[in-house]
């Protein structure tokens, strides 16, 4: 299983970008996808996740301005992010967690990056005027 990310860029704060991750997950029913973000000399964090139900959970910092979206049949997790700050400057990463058996709880998603075993090399998305 892999996954690639694209999408990122630099932006003035105000403006907006969407973030795509293609991946192959095509015999796995169950899975998380979460995008995460590191900055320089910070530790990464997680930004969003989705489940195979659509079930979504968002950072705080990023609540009402991102949306995390999946297409099934393009098999392509996708973050839009509106409302751009100074602050969302950090390279972005997709991961996944595909499995057998279901479903994939959300629960400490964000917070334990652990438990996703897929990632992708990341994105860099710059926000400055």
């Known amino acids: 299983v892999q996954v690639e990310e694209s999408g990122g860029g630099s932006v003035q704060p105000g403006g907006s970008l969407r973030l795509s991750c293609i991946a192959s997950w095509h015999t796995y029913t169950h899975y998380c996808m979460a995008w995460f973000r590191q900055a320089p000399g910070k530790e990464r964090e997680g930004v969003a996740v989705?489940?195979?139900?659509?079930?979504?959970q968002y950072a705080d910092s990023v609540m009402a301005r991102f949306t995390i979206t999946l297409d099934k049949f393009k098999n392509t997790l996708s973050l839009q992010m509106n409302s751009l700050k100074p602050e969302d400057s950090a390279m972005y990463y997709c991961?996944?967690?595909?499995?057998?058996?279901?479903?994939?709880?959300?629960?400490?998603?964000?917070?334990?990056?652990?438990?996703?075993?897929?990632w992708g090399q990341g994105t860099q998305v710059t926000v400055s005027s």
């Open positions: 991961a996944a967690d595909f499995r057998e058996e279901g479903p994939c709880l959300l629960d400490q998603r964000l917070e334990r990056r652990e438990l996703f075993y897929t």
């Open positions: 989705i489940n195979e139900y659509g079930g979504t």
